[in-house]
């Protein structure tokens, strides 16, 4: 009989070890995470955002991840509520269980709907991920924390509905006047509108104002070869006559430019690739990966990164605006060399401060608050768009070459460069004072 028993309580222990094995979760909870932030950069690079509503687009569906997926960590505090125009955020049921992994990427997923156009490939990614996440836990706690990051969405959704994105969609183009004047023009080869004109009336989320941190005017418009202008933009000339290999790599490498159109004779066709947001987004997501950080810390990463982000381009918005400052492309063909263009497409707004450089700034000041400076970490993050691999001492060393890539492409001159890399270091330490 004991015999018997024995084998029997033997054969049920291992049908329990195999249930165990077969139904556990394909990732990692931080895997999972990891994925979901790559599903909303994909989604941005198909739909083709200006960087500065990318941003707008990585920050709220983060937020929401972070709001539901905090509890993971015992004593985590919320983020939203030491931001501006938030309610309160649902917190979990007393008595119910509750998978937290689950519950952060519902809350990014249905937040993310909300800010995209191709909802489709979210719905596939969500449906594929639930299926491996579903198995091993009870149907109760899957469900209540569907419901319960379905439930912090919705909250995040209705700040997300009144932070003036809609008002800002039927506003006025920004008005182009004739002439070499310092004023911005469009610029070839498309000639395009200046984007996101009223980008600067966007609802702060950490900021006072979105002129908290403008800088001082750029170099004032001036013909007179001893100018300081006229210095700045006699340099940018110089320097793309003279670009030897290792500024080419770095002029590539931080193109970033979401949507370029290339001319050949009579046809056109684009080229698509991650904004600066979303490259900064994937140094943070290499990063996190090779230093084989947690769940919850990663989480915090994300948001307190995205909302860098978001703030330096509303900052820097506010002051390519304000000055509306001409691109060196400009005044170079028209005063210097008719032939003339730069390295790489100028993009369609203004000059002064350079958008790379402030939110590179940002962002490497929030890295470096989270993770010390001195970082060192390669790049590999663009690999897959044809791009080369770099590798930098420092979050803050790369943000500087993020910065002068700018120079070198023939479209900042050194001063928009050097002043937003300024811009972008408030921005950042102020996010990072306000939310750590």
Request: hydrophobic share 40%; aromatic share 12%; proline share 5%.
């Amino acid at each position: 009989m004991k015999t018997k028993l024995s084998f029997f309580f033997c054969f049920l222990l291992f049908a329990a070890c195999k249930e165990n094995k077969t139904v556990k979760p394909a990732k990692s909870d931080v895997e999972y995470l990891h994925a979901a932030q790559k599903k909303l950069t994909d989604v941005i690079v198909t739909d083709i955002f200006a960087p500065p509503v990318a941003s707008r687009v990585y920050v709220y569906p983060l937020l929401a991840a972070y709001e539901a997926g905090k509890f993971a960590k015992e004593g985590a505090t919320s983020i939203t509520a030491k931001l501006k125009g938030f309610d309160a955020m649902p917190t979990p049921e007393a008595g119910k269980n509750y998978n937290f992994t689950i519950a952060a990427i519902k809350a990014l997923c249905s937040t993310a709907k909300k800010v995209v156009f191709t909802t489709k490939e979210i719905d596939d990614f969500e449906t594929k991920t639930f299926a491996e996440l579903k198995q091993g836990i009870a149907e109760d706690v899957f469900n209540n924390s569907i419901a319960f990051g379905e439930n912090v969405a919705n909250a995040v959704i209705k700040r997300l509905g009144s932070d003036n994105y809609k008002e800002t969609r039927g506003m006025a183009r920004f008005e182009v006047k004739n002439g070499i004047n310092g004023r911005w023009v469009p610029t070839p080869p498309d000639y395009a509108d200046g984007v996101e004109p009223h980008w600067a009336k966007m609802k702060v989320l950490v900021m006072d104002t979105a002129s908290q941190f403008r800088p001082t005017p750029p170099p004032q418009y001036s013909e007179d070869k001893n100018s300081a202008f006229w210095k700045e933009l006699v340099e940018v000339h110089e320097i793309s006559k003279t670009v030897v290999e290792e500024r080419e790599n770095i002029m590539v490498f931080w193109d970033d430019n979401p949507f370029v159109s290339r001319h050949k004779g009579h046809l056109m066709f684009q080229d698509k690739k991650m904004t600066p947001g979303g490259h900064w987004l994937a140094i943070c997501q290499s990063f996190l990966k090779d230093r084989k950080v947690g769940f919850y810390e990663s989480l915090q990463a994300y948001t307190l990164t995205s909302l860098a982000l978001y703030e330096g381009f509303i900052s820097c918005w506010d002051a390519k605006y304000f000055y509306a400052s001409v691109r060196p492309e400009t005044v170079i063909s028209a005063k210097i060399d008719k032939q003339w263009h730069p390295l790489l497409v100028t993009p369609p707004f203004p000059s002064y401060t350079s958008g790379h450089s402030t939110v590179s700034a940002a962002a490497a000041e929030t890295l470096t608050a989270l993770f010390g400076d001195n970082q060192a970490y390669t790049d590999e993050t663009e690999k897959e768009y044809g791009l080369p691999v770099r590798s930098f001492k420092s979050f803050r060393e790369a943000a500087k070459e993020a910065s002068i890539s700018r120079v070198y492409a023939g479209i900042h001159y050194r001063s928009d460069c050097e002043k937003g890399n300024e811009q972008g270091t408030k921005v950042g330490q102020f996010v990072v004072s306000k939310l750590k």
